[in-house]
Structures are given as structure tokens and as C-alpha cells.
Nanobody, 129 residues
């Protein structure tokens, strides 16, 4: 059974940085793309970033491109989200998710919530102005 555990959230000020981590277990980690999504109060869960199983391709929502960076360490079964220059509008619960199928590399597919089978419990990020 796949388990995903996020960490690294917290309360920061605008302009600060945070690095979120997600530790995975249960499947051969390197076979599966990973994604980060976020959900602000009263809003739909939205795509933030994704990375292919090998780490060779990354995809970002336009709203975070150049601000956030996704990476992974397959030796540690972990995926990360480096968030820089945080803004109050980045406040949300951040979730990591593991792709339902192996070896996916489609940006369209990896930006859709429906493509992911397993989700973490989420970590709160709050950015004060």
C-alpha cells in the first residue's frame, strides 16, 4: 500500500522561502511521476508542479513558474517542492500525489487531479503579508 507523508509547511512572511518534502513508500518510486497540488480555503484543489519518474522532466502551473521548483531523490523515495518569494496568495494546504500509472510524461495528464491515485494528508503553508 502506498503511503505519502508531507512535511515542511509552516507560517512564514511574504518573501520567505519554504521547502516541502514528501516521503513515499509502497511502490517502486522511480517508476511513477509525482505531483504537488494545493487547495486554498473555498477553492478547488489546483495543480502546482509535477516531475516524471526519472526526474528528467518537470512541469509547472503558470502561477508558480520561476518561483517554485520541484525535484526528487529516488534513492530516498522523496519528492520536494522548493518555494521561493512566497506571497499571501500561496497560502494553502499543499498535497503531494503519486501517479496512477508508471512512466507517464504528459504535462496535460500530470496536471490533472484525476491522474493521481495516491495522496498525502497535506501540509499547511501560510504566508502573512
Amino acid at each position: 500500500q502506498v503511503q505519502l507523508v508531507e512535511s515542511g509547511g509552516g507560517l512564514v512572511q511574504a518573501g520567505d522561502s519554504l521547502r516541502l518534502s514528501c516521503a513515499a513508500s509502497g511502490r517502486t518510486f522511480s517508476m511513477y511521476a509525482m505531483g504537488w497540488f494545493r487547495q486554498a480555503p473555498g477553492k478547488e484543489r489546483e495543480f502546482v508542479a509535477a516531475i516524471t519518474g526519472s526526474g528528467g522532466d518537470t512541469f509547472y502551473a503558470d502561477s508558480v513558474k520561476g518561483q517554485f521548483a520541484i525535484s526528487r531523490d529516488n534513492a530516498k523515495n522523496s519528492v520536494y517542492l522548493q518555494m521561493n518569494s512566497l506571497k499571501p496568495e500561496d497560502t494553502a494546504v499543499y498535497y503531494c500525489a503519486e501517479d496512477a500509472v508508471a512512466y507517464s510524461a504528459s504535462r496535460y495528464r500530470l496536471s490533472r487531479r484525476e491522474s493521481y491515485t495516491y495522496w498525502g494528508q497535506g501540509t499547511q503553508v501560510t504566508v502573512s503579508s
